[in-house]
């Protein structure tokens, strides 16, 4: 009886602990509310479709870069990527077929999407719905991969400093203190949730 009760205790505090970690952290809404991601999607796991992955994630960022570099906004940047979406299709669909793919297909639009947490060196970016730039090609049934089109971190993205993530955000209208959720990762609340992932799924 003692057994079943702690049992039921502990499922208890793990729903709990659940839905509260699922709550987003004050501030976080505004970060989903900033950012653009780019999301590349390979046509599979072969080793090269992934190589073409990356070719058209070169290309795409090679054309976005000046197109959004003025940018002050993720309205701004968005109606930019949508008047231009033809522009990026024929970008990647180039990219492919310079490589020698005659054959895949390419998709492009603008979505929103659920990400996981993504970590790097210098910050953080918190799990949720972002709007996304993506890319499927063919059948985009491969690894994919992602960063920060929006303020536009996605070049050296996983070496940029914490002083250049930071200005890019504040520039396009985070606070200081919205900002640190990015960079604050050791967080309690974090550390909940992520324990919670561990001990669920790991």
């Known amino acids: 009886m003692k057994e079943r009760r702690l049992l039921i205790a502990l499922l208890v505090l793990a729903s709990v602990m659940l839905f509260l970690g ?89 979505t929103e999407e659920s990400y996981p947490t993504r970590s790097y060196d210098s910050f953080c970016f918190p799990s949720g719905n972002y709007l996304s730039l993506q890319i499927r090609i063919g059948e985009a049934e491969g690894q994919n991969w992602w960063c920060c089109l929006f303020p536009p971190l996605c070049v050296g993205a996983a070496t940029v400093t914490e002083e250049e993530a930071k200005d890019s955000f504040i520039a396009v209208g985070l606070t200081p203190s919205q900002y640190k959720i990015i960079t604050e990762t050791e967080k309690p609340v974090y550390k909940v949730r992520f324990k919670l992932l561990e001990l669920l799924f790991g």
């Open 22 to 110: 699922a709550l987003p952290i004050r501030g976080e809404e505004e970060i989903y509310n900033a950012v653009i991601r780019l999301h590349v999607l390979a046509n599979s796991d072969s080793e090269e479709d992934q190589a073409l992955k990356l070719r058209v994630r070169d290309a795409i960022l090679e054309v976005t870069e000046p197109l959004l570099r003025d940018c002050v906004s993720r309205e701004e940047a968005q109606q930019i990527l949508e008047k231009h979406e033809f522009l990026l299709k024929e970008t990647a669909e180039s990219a492919l077929r310079k490589a020698g793919n005659t054959t895949d297909a390419v998709t492009v639009i603008l």
